[in-house]
C-alpha cells in the first residue's frame, strides 16, 4: 500500500468488511515485526452508542483486533480519552469498549486517567498522554463527521483523545486549528481506519446520523482528512488545521494526487450536504469555547429551532473562555458566570442549556 492510496469498502458487516479492507491494504506487511506495540485509538467522545453518529463503531475495531491476532500480532492497547465533560469510563462501558477488550484480551487506556509529558511540536509545546510514547505503530480510528467549530473532524483532531483534559481547554485558547497542526507533527498516525458508516454531519457528538455504510483506510492523514473535506463539500482551505499541518510536513493535502481504489463490489456514493449550524452559529458569539461546551449548545439550539422557538431569542448568547471575568447579557457555562443570565456548568449539558434557553425565551416573549 502507498502512502497516497486511499481504500473504499462499503456494506453492512462491519467487523468483515474491516478485515478484508486491511487485507486489500495489506496492513501485516506494513506493521511487520509481530513483537511491534500497536496502539489502536477509536473516537469515543462521548457515551453514545456509535448509531447516533458520534463515535467509533465497535465492530470496525473488532475487526481490526481480529485481523491483528490472526497474524500473530499480540502486543496490542486501545487507547481514548472523551472530551471535557464526559467521562472517558461511561463511553467505554456504553460504546462496548468494555466488552471488546474483555473478549480479544486487550487492555483499554483511559487518557483522562493518564499521567502527561511536555513536547516541543515542531515550535509549540505541548501536553501528551504518555502512554503515546509506549506504542511503535498507531492505528486511527475515527468517525467521518462534521464538527460545529471545524467542520470536518476525522483523522487528524481524533488525536485530541490522547492529550489530557486540561490541554484540550488550553487548545481552544489558542485557536484550535494550530494546535491540532502542531499535535500531528508529533505523534504519528501510521494506519487510518476512518469509520464512514453513519457519522453526523455537523455535531461531533451525534444526534443525526447519515447511513452511508463505509469504511475508508490510508496512511496519510492529512490526505485522509483533505478527501473527507472533498466528500463533505468543503474545500481544503475551509478547516485550516488541514493546511496546516501539511505546512508542518505530517502529510500532502493535495486530493489530486490521492489514488482512490474502491475494494470490489464497492461504489463512490456521494454525501449529502448538510449544513443544519450554519443559521445557528449567527446566534452565538463565541470566543475560546471547548469543543463540549460549544458542541452541546448549538444542537440545543437546534432544538430550539424545531420547535419555532429559536427566532424568539433576543439576545447574542456568549459562550468560552474568553468571557472569564466579564459581564453580558446572556452566557452558558461558568467562563459567563459574571453575566446577567447565565447557565453554569463546565460544560452543561445539551438538555440543560435547552431548558435555560427555553424559560429564558418564555420570560422575555411574556414580559414583550
Known amino acids: ?19 478484508e479492507l486491511l487485507r486489500e491494504c495489506g496492513l501485516e506487511g506494513l506493521i511487520g515485526d509481530r513483537k511491534t506495540r500497536i496502539g489502536i485509538k477509536p473516537n469515543l467522545v462521548a457515551p453514545t452508542a456509535a448509531c447516533y453518529g458520534g463515535t467509533t463503531h465497535p465492530e470496525v475495531v473488532a475487526g481490526i483486533l481480529e485481523y491483528l491476532q490472526e497474524h500473530g500480532f499480540d502486543h496490542m492497547v486501545m487507547m ?22 474483555e473478549k480479544y484480551g486487550v487492555p483499554f487506556i483511559d487518557t483522562q486517567k493518564e499521567r502527561s509529558v511536555a513536547r516541543n511540536l515542531k515550535g509549540m509545546e505541548l501536553h501528551l498522554c504518555a502512554c503515546v510514547e509506549d506504542v511503535d505503530f498507531l492505528i486511527n480510528v475515527p468517525v467521518l463527521k462534521g464538527h460545529c467549530q471545524t467542520k470536518i473532524t476525522c483523522a487528524l483532531k481524533n488525536m485530541k483523545g490522547l492529550i489530557p483534559n486540561s490541554e484540550k481547554r488550553r487548545f481552544h485558547s489558542l485557536g484550535l486549528h494550530k494546535p491540532i497542526a502542531h499535535l500531528n507533527a508529533g505523534i504519528r498516525q501510521d494506519f487510518i481506519v476512518a469509520d464512514n458508516i453513519c457519522g453526523d454531519l455537523d455535531f461531533e ?20 482528512d483533505a478527501y473527507v473535506c472533498h466528500m463533505m463539500h468543503y474545500q481544503v482551505y475551509e478547516v485550516p488545521y488541514v493546511t496546516m499541518a501539511e505546512a508542518l510536513g505530517v502529510g500532502c493535502g493535495d486530493i489530486s494526487k490521492a489514488n482512490i481504489r474502491m475494494c470490489s463490489g464497492s461504489e463512490n456514493i456521494q454525501m449529502p450536504k448538510s449544513r443544519r449550524i450554519v443559521e445557528l452559529r449567527d446566534a452565538v458569539e463565541e470566543v475560546e469555547s471547548c469543543s463540549a461546551c460549544y458542541g452541546y449548545l448549538i444542537p440545543a439550539l437546534d432544538m430550539l429551532r424545531e420547535e419555532g422557538l429559536f427566532e424568539k431569542l433576543d439576545q447574542k448568547i456568549c459562550i468560552g473562555q474568553g468571557f472569564r471575568g466579564k459581564t453580558g447579557e446572556l452566557g452558558i457555562g461558568h467562563c459567563t458566570r459574571n453575566f446577567r443570565r447565565h447557565l453554569d456548568g463546565c460544560p452543561p449539558t445539551e438538555q440543560q442549556i435547552y431548558d435555560f434557553l427555553k424559560e429564558y425565551i418564555g420570560e422575555n416573549t411574556w414580559e414583550s
Open 80 to 101: 481514548e480519552g472523551s472530551w471535557v465533560g464526559d467521562r472517558t469510563s461511561e463511553a467505554y462501558e456504553v460504546c462496548g469498549y468494555r466488552k471488546l477488550s
Open 1 to 19: 500500500m502507498e502512502k497516497n492510496d486511499i481504500y473504499i469498502t462499503c456494506g453492512k458487516e462491519y467487523k468483515e468488511m474491516t478485515k
Open 205 to 224: 457528538d451525534g444526534g443525526h446520523p447519515v447511513e452511508m455504510n463505509r469504511i475508508l483506510a490510508g496512511r496519510d492523514p492529512v490526505l485522509i
